[in-house]
T-cell receptor, first 110, second 114 residues
Framework: QKEVEQDPGPLSVPEGAIVSLNCTYS??????FMWYRQYSRKGPELLMY??SSGNKEDGRFTAQVDKSSKYISLFIRDSQPSDSATYLC??????????WGAGTKLIIKP | EPEVTQTPSHQVTQMGQEVILRCVPI?????FYWYRQILGQKVEFLVS????????KSEIFDDQFSVERPDGSNFTLKIRSTKLEDSAMYFC????????????FGQGTRLTVV
């Protein structure tokens, strides 16, 4: 069963806080894990891409994958009002199809 | 910066009519995709296209849908005999090498079937 669960939020935090966004999944065949950011009325924009388990850091963003728990996370440090958007997790097995979470709406309050 | 371009941005059509959604992928990309997002729902995969043929499609992508790369730059999604439930945002994406590489998304076409 290909299913990805993500809390839709909204998640509201003050500017400068550390944000933690999470997804769980049921298909152990998933190997590729992505986080996308989507602003209102725009297409998804890739933020982070990880393969298999482990951590990946890019600037203020850190992605973590725990395949044993079927759990992935995106951390945003020093959050800014411009980070306010919907964050979508997506994942794939060895084929071309991305399976998406519902997206978490994030609001950063100045 | 190269980008995926979709036209039109908004399409209104009557139920039963055919629509063609157009996309210009990034020029050196080889893999092309269509996704849709019904308002308030998850992004859903429709189809992937590589080497002038469909490489994978979802259950949503039935005989009502077809894709084509009519020339070296355009990638189109045709929806025949549209239904009310086809109303959604349709996103085109392209990538260099499948989902092992970054997929870039267009701004989307909002399809409204009335």
């Amino acid at each position: 069963q290909k299913e990805v669960e993500q809390d839709p939020g909204p998640l509201s935090v003050p500017e400068g806080a550390i944000v933690s966004l999470n997804c769980t999944y049921s298909n152990s065949a998933f190997q590729y894990f992505m986080w996308y950011r989507q602003y209102s009325r725009k297409g998804p924009e890739l933020l982070m891409y990880t393969y298999s388990s482990g951590n990946k850091e890019d600037g203020r963003f850190t992605a973590q994958v725990d395949k044993s728990s079927k759990y992935i996370s995106l951390f945003i440090r020093d959050s800014q009002p411009s980070d306010s958007a919907t964050y979508l997790c997506a994942m794939s097995d060895s084929n071309y199809q991305l399976i998406w979470g519902a997206g978490t709406k994030l609001i950063i309050k100045p | 910066e190269p980008e995926v371009t979709q036209t039109p941005s908004h399409q209104v059509t009557q139920m039963g009519q055919e629509v063609i959604l157009r996309c210009v992928p990034i020029s050196n990309h080889l893999y092309f995709y269509w996704y849709r997002q019904i308002l308030g729902q998850k992004v859903e995969f429709l189809v992937s296209f590589y080497n002038n043929e469909i490489s994978e499609k979802s259950e949503i992508f039935d005989d009502q849908f077809s894709v084509e790369r009519p020339d070296g730059s355009n990638f189109t999604l045709k929806i025949r005999s549209t239904k009310l439930e086809d109303s959604a945002m349709y996103f085109c994406a392209s990538s260099v090498g499948g989902f092992r590489t970054e997929a870039f998304f267009g701004q989307g076409t909002r399809l409204t079937v009335v």
